[in-house]
């Protein structure tokens, strides 16, 4: 059970998500951010590997409700670095639905598709900060005529977070679903939807709206290539190893 519980905190379940959370948090650098959201949820995944009993089925709904909770929360949060912290939160918790049937390297991929682009946001909200004075949806709103570049990036890292195709979260999401009775599916497809509208709500507070003048210059080219490489490579990745399935 000891083993669980450690599980439980680093593929979270509330509240021991909370401590993930409070770490982003108090984590100012987003560099800081982004390795701990790459790393957090492996170390849960390499937790359950040392389980010798198979995962009691009532975690299942526990992650449920916590991915719910947190995808919720994603409709009321207007910072970049927070909103990658609680989708984090939200898309690391459904891992429990496979880990009562899947094996770790698929467990592990699982977990690595949907916390690479929460890193990335939390890694982006850097660049935002600067230019902005805070990477928060709605302060300066309008981004796609000054900051073409910045917003392009934003744009393809929040559809690769919330599992839009071709992105890997979409496949591994449909992988969940088959294994997932109907109403744990149902609730998966809701948090799904509210993923789908959260992002929305975000790139209109950040991309959308009038145009305002800025004083700030656009990310290097050399620097929105490299988020778009990284991207690519993650997107190819996921397509050559989800050919497999999980």
């Known amino acids: 059970m000891a083993l669980l519980l450690g599980a439980a905190l680093f593929l979270p379940l509330f509240p021991l998500s909370i401590l993930l959370n409070a770490l982003l948090t108090h984590l ?7 390795v701990l959201l790459l790393a957090w949820p492996q170390v849960g995944v390499t937790l359950l590997q040392s389980v010798p009993l198979p ?27 927070l909103w990658a912290g609680f989708f984090a939160s939200s ?29 990335l946001l939390a890694l982006l909200a850097g660049p935002l900060a600067q230019r902005l004075g805070a990477a928060y949806a709605g302060l300066s709103g309008g981004l796609a005529g000054p900051l073409p570049r910045l917003a392009g990036v934003l744009a393809v890292i929040v559809f690769a977070a919330v599992a839009t195709p071709p ?80």
Do not use: K
């Not at 650098?29 to 982004?34: I, K, Y």
């Not at 995808?71 to 949060?77: C, D, I, N, S």
């Not at 891992?95 to 890193?119: D, I, K, Q």
């Open 91 to 119: 898309a690391f918790a459904l891992t429990w639905g496979l880990a009562v049937s899947t094996h770790a390297e698929g467990l592990r991929l699982f977990a690595l598709w949907f916390s690479v682009p929460a890193a």
């Open 28 to 34: 100012r650098h987003p560099l800081a951010r982004c």
């Open 167 to 246: 992105f890997p979260g979409f496949f591994a999401l449909l992988g969940l679903l088959h294994q997932l009775a109907a109403p744990a599916a149902v609730a998966v497809l809701a948090i799904w939807l509210v993923w789908g509208w959260a992002a929305a709500r975000l790139l209109q507070g950040f991309i959308f709206g009038a145009e305002r003048p800025s004083a700030v210059g656009d990310i290097a080219q050399a620097s929105a290539l490299a988020y778009f490489g990284v991207l690519g490579a993650f997107t190819a990745a996921g397509l050559y190893l989800m050919g497999g399935g999980l």
């Open 55 to 81: 995962i009691p089925q009532a975690f299942v709904p526990w992650a449920l409700l916590t991915s719910a909770f947190y995808a919720l929360r994603l409709l009321t949060v207007r910072d970049l670095g």
